[in-house]
């Protein structure tokens, strides 16, 4: 399994219109076939000092490996999304983990 | 779907022996049943100015909601898990996402 989670920051903190073009864009990516399980989320009512709740959009795949991940980061569906998208965010954060080995 | 998505950072970062320990203490708490799906992962050889790779272990735990969630955080299982191994970490970050309204 290879887990890809995205955490995006808004340019426009808290703008509920950028925040709808950024989860249509995500949604336009679900196609991609090489995606075993995704989550699209957004901050919990959970709240500990532990827990990062800056974010505004999260996005979760699931692959079963690296290389359908690497066939995602290069797919034309990904790049049209980077392409009218990337001006939404100010920040992006990525965890990509994979099996202990 | 609620996603909660943990990242360790060992004290003593590189440690195999206290990731050993972290992983035997993570490993005991995946019978807890409210769980629907889980990963248990490490920093992937993925590089990029947008990727963290500091920490140490990471922990994934999909549930089916907020309720099944707070079902996990006070199960004994659990607890006794923060008992034996939260001596082992420096620090903690964690994700809480839920379903887009």
Redesign the interface.
């Known amino acids: 399994?290879?887990?890809h989670?995205v955490?995006f920051w808004l340019k426009n903190a808290g703008s509920e219109e950028d925040k709808a073009k950024l989860?249509e864009g995500l949604r336009e990516m679900t196609s991609i076939k090489e995606i075993r399980?995704l989550?699209?989320?957004?901050?919990?009512?959970?709240n500990?000092d532990?827990?990062?709740?800056g974010?505004d959009?999260?996005w979760?795949l699931?692959f079963d490996n690296?290389e359908d991940?690497e066939v995602y980061q290069v797919h034309p569906v990904h790049k049209a999304f980077v392409e009218k998208c990337s001006s939404l965010w100010a920040k992006?954060?990525?965890?990509?983990?994979?099996?202990?080995?």
Request: charged fraction near 20%.
């Open positions: 399994m290879f887990v989670h955490f989860l399980t989550h699209i989320g957004e901050p919990a009512s959970t500990r532990v827990i990062e709740k974010y959009v999260s979760l699931i690296l991940q992006v954060v990525v965890y990509d983990a994979t099996d202990v080995k």
